[in-house]
DNA sequence: CCCACTCTCTGACTAAAGTCAGAGAATGGA
DNA sequence: TCCATTCTCTGACTTTAGTCAGAGAGTGGG
């Protein structure tokens, strides 16, 4: 099967069956920027630059949409307490009720789109749009790289060791993590998706590099989010000048382990005192092609 | 698994992912509206009537749209020689150079899409967007009443009657068809996919419908188009004042023959005398709930 | 050869969407 | 306490998209 083939003819039918009619469906009463904006905003309110981010807005252009909205009535925007050069829009009273409706409008269209099909077919659907959903956020989300003290990396570092000490047959404690090291980060909504980092060992292991907290989110797992992190990581130790990269973990975390070897990962003797490492690989970088 | 949530989530990560990037992509130079009627019209041109359909444009914008394109000297807009009422659009040279470079950067945009999925994920992908594809377009394709001597609906008979041709191993001479009934047609791009009608039998049978010449296109099996053309034709026959339907079908039909039992049909002995029929069903229509 | 109808085009608009430069308040480190 | 930086807002625009009411050419059936 052809994929790029595949995908724009998707496209095409999403653009023409459902793009046209949520548009239809979405922007009656007030434009269509309004409506997006007022759905994006929520019950729970968004932050100004965060709505600039995801609705991909110039800044005095959504400040005018939302002054909009505000004049309707519909929407507050305050100064964020902690920092007052920002600002939250939230809804008001009148906004929650036009937010329900966008929200019942759009599962009504939903509704309506599925209601020729069988049960069998909508179960098959929802399957093959589950399965894309997954593939697409896996494929386009970026891995950026944080600096050791960004919140968000600490967010994911946390929730790394969590699930240590969930599966860990006698737990984990992280004792007082060092940050030692150059973190790459995937968030998606604001919620770390993927982490993991490279450092460099010392002592008789001086010069080479170590895969350290490689993690991504349960509900994320199955797009190839992991081989990819740890490609990408592999990338960032040749540029650091390692030839040569280490990493250890714990038998528990059988995917893992499954993982390394398919990305060519050969198990070596203990090398550190980690321990919860139960298995060491160790990867040549030196004659790997270059990644894209 | 929740159909319209799935759905509904689809969508989101769809409009954020794909089709912003999309619009930045295909928009440059020249106005978005304008890259999608230019890809519209295409290598083979088409008329602007269709264009009109196809986009959903007004039609003074549309003629507007089309004078720009032909003032940058992309397309040439002359009458259709058959019904000089219709003007039909055609690339120039440098439209169609125009018309590549949108179609080259449609697949390089796809391409860099799928680009950080494995082989295997990508496959994944397209399976996964090619029962979707199919799904949606089965569950959003209309299905309308059309007259016995509408070409398409001609179009539709022949490519029956050719099916029949190839599959009976005696083959199939429709002799003169007669095109009593009322027929339902589904059409995409301009071709049938859907065809079935429903005729008042007489004579023993005064006042039972007979279903006919039931029909869909190979590329759209699979997808309930089948059982939703049934369904509709059953409430076509009731609003006609039919509550019993009949049908013949052939042995060699089996899929046809296994659709018919789920829906409700059973076996009954010959009610005519049609050659190539080796099997015939019924349905009471009486007791059904009225369908949406 | 009428006449109702189809199809496209024109003129005259309006609304929505987006852009850009720069002002002003607030913040966080040096 | 500076000062560079971040964030939002304002003003002054342009472009894109879309709407609506007719005019005028062409068509097909009676």
Redesign the interface.
Known sequence: ????A??????R????????L?ESFLGTGRPLGASRLLFEIGPDGAGVRELRD?L?LDSGYLTRLLRRLDGDGLVRVDADPADRRRRVATLTTAGLRAWQELDDR??EL??R??????ER?????????????L??????IQLREVAPDDPAAADAAGRYFAELARRFPGGFDPGDPDHAGTFLLATSAGRPVAYGGVRELDGDLRGVGEIKRMWVDEAWRG??LG??MLRELEALARRLGHDRVVLDTNGTLTEAIAMYERAGYRAIPRYNDNPYAEAWFEKDLSPGPRP?
């Open positions: 099967m052809d994929t790029t595949t995908l724009r003819g998707f496209n039918t999403y653009t023409q069956r459902i793009g046209a949520e995801r991909g759009s599962e939903a509704q789109l599925v209601a020729p099909l069988t077919q909508r179960v098959r659907l929802a399957e093959a749009l589950a399965t894309a959903d593939l697409v956020r896996a494929a386009t797009a190839g081989a990819r894209a």
